[in-house]
């Protein structure tokens, strides 16, 4: 059983930047591939980035390439994810989520444990 729990979350202008950060409870933290998604009002929740257990293997969608990094610390039982370059179309909620039994993957399905999510506002 692993909880999650987001911070980091808030309001910034277009053109700024935010770190998320995801907080695991768990002894297994190291072992699990972490991911970040999102979900704008009114849209279908979106993978935003992965990381693997090693930190070895990452991938971003499209958008967040070159603006978005995603990072871990396993020492810490905690994953990042440094937003910079903010757009208004970044605004949703940012949900941390976590998974044993695959590797990395943009799909929702492979992830077991979910974080309550963090609100992201990017003003114009």
């Known amino acids: 059983q692993v909880q999650l729990v987001e911070s980091g979350g808030g309001l910034v202008q277009a053109g700024g930047s935010l770190r998320l950060s995801c907080a695991a409870s768990?002894?297994?933290?190291?072992?699990?591939?972490m991911g970040w998604f999102r979900q704008a009002p009114g849209k279908e929740r979106e993978f935003v980035a992965t990381i693997s257990w090693t930190g070895g293997s990452r991938d971003y969608v499209d958008s967040a390439k070159g603006r978005f990094v995603i990072s871990r610390d396993n020492a810490k039982n905690t994953v990042y994810l440094q937003m910079t370059s903010l757009e208004p179309g970044d605004t949703a909620n940012y949900y941390c989520?976590?998974?044993?039994?695959?590797?990395?993957?943009?799909?929702?399905?492979?992830?077991?444990?979910w974080g309550q999510g963090i609100q992201v506002t990017v003003s114009s």
């Open positions: 768990g002894r297994a933290f190291s072992k699990y591939t």
């Open positions: 989520a976590a998974d044993l039994t695959h590797g990395i993957s943009r799909a929702s399905d492979d992830y077991r444990y």
